[in-house]
């Protein structure tokens, strides 16, 4: 019927057309390969499931951040600020969905958690075990992406157990 929106153009070709029949965006449905990756809501995805363009897209946000941090002019407690208010909720906030293994956020933190260090004033050498150990126990209390990514998928699980979803019940 006139009213309903067409698939396909005058000449066979996929396309969006609105309800009056003409074309809402002259750019054709283009098919593509299921390991090509596509961004929506921040995250890289593709349908192979692979984390590949995911993991080089949070590489680029880790480099610029240390790149950055090493050129700023922040106090230490601007640059502690700065780690825990701008680096970590812009890496953690997809790995809800993410299968990064413990090698892969290990690489991907190891500029940022080094420029970190320097700017608060120690060796970026000091043992990953101080860096990332508990401040009760005189560590520094930075936190380590793989445990984020662990907490963060066990959020979601929680969630959908807790809200009765349809997914939670498929889960019980």
């Not at 390969?33 to 680029?60: E, I």
């Not at 970026?124 to 126990?137: A, P």
């Amino acid at each position: 019927s006139e009213g309903r929106a067409k698939l396909r153009s005058a000449d066979d070709i996929p396309s969006m057309l609105l309800h009056n029949g003409k074309e809402a965006n002259p750019k054709p449905v283009v098919q593509h390969d299921c390991t090509q990756a596509h961004q929506y809501l921040g995250l890289w995805n593709s349908p192979s499931m692979s984390m590949k363009a995911n993991f080089l897209a949070l590489a680029l946000k880790a480099k610029n951040y240390s790149q950055r941090l090493f050129k700023s002019g922040l106090s230490t407690y601007e640059v502690w600020l700065a780690y825990f208010a701008c680096f970590v909720p812009s890496m953690v906030f997809t790995f809800a969905v993410c299968s990064f293994t413990m090698t892969e956020l290990t690489t991907l933190q190891k500029a940022p958690i080094r420029a970190t260090l320097a700017r608060l004033g120690f060796n970026r050498n000091i043992s990953r075990d101080i860096v990332f150990g508990s401040s009760l126990y005189g560590g520094l209390g930075l936190l380590h992406l793989f445990v984020e990514q662990g907490i963060a998928q066990l959020q979601l699980l929680l969630r959908h157990l807790r809200a009765e979803t349809t997914q939670g019940s498929l889960l019980v």
